[in-house]
């Protein structure tokens, strides 16, 4: 039995085709990325001392301004600090989930929590100015599954888009060799 070159595929009219060779540069910068991200969440995360400390008369300023515009009082310091939590999980979760085979994609739902665990962990067994939450926890993993439910809405309409383009070069083929016998 003789081996087939996997780099080639089979046709409708049964000749081989060359398969392209896959282009990785997207996954070269969502990995770039990733890695410029978790150091930013890492120095936010786990640095000695809160980031937002000496900052609290700046940011009762800054809730002064979005109450007198229209956001809701109920919306103070600890819900600030709770989005705050979400939004810098969601594009963890984003570029985590972009990097995840497609076929896995459902890990990133388990990595992002476990990290905001892990944080969590750390903060409190390591860090005595640091406060571990529960609440820190539910915030970040709700980043996670926004960032990742986003990806992967990006995904599907890339590979659906592909698949178009693919079926379209394809009939296209189909109707010029058909031409061409004509």
């Not at 398969?19 to 990785?24: A, F, K, L, N, V």
């Not at 000496?54 to 979005?66: F, Q, R, T, Y």
């Not at 571990?132 to 926004?146: K, M, P, R, Y």
């Amino acid at each position: 039995m003789t081996q087939r070159d996997p780099t080639l595929t089979g046709t409708s009219d049964g000749a081989l085709a060359q398969r392209p060779e896959p282009d990785h540069t997207r996954a070269r910068l969502v990995l770039w990325l990733l890695g410029a991200y978790i150091l930013i969440v890492g120095l936010v995360t786990l640095s000695p001392s809160p980031i937002d400390g000496g900052l609290e008369s700046s940011i009762d300023k800054v809730l002064a301004v979005l109450h007198r515009h229209g956001v809701p009082e109920w919306f103070g310091y600890n819900a600030l600090e709770s989005t705050a939590n979400i939004a810098m999980f969601v594009p963890l979760a984003f570029l985590v989930s972009l990097l995840m085979p497609f076929r896995l994609w459902w890990l990133a739902f388990i990595i992002g929590p476990a990290l905001s665990v892990a944080i969590e962990l750390t903060q409190h067994s390591l860090l005595s100015a640091r406060f571990a939450t529960f609440a820190d926890v539910v915030a970040n993993s709700t980043g996670a599954v926004i960032g990742t439910l986003l990806a992967q809405g990006l995904r599907t309409v890339i590979r659906t888009r592909d698949e178009r383009i693919v079926t379209l070069a394809l009939w296209e083929e189909r109707a010029r060799r058909a031409g061409e016998i004509s």
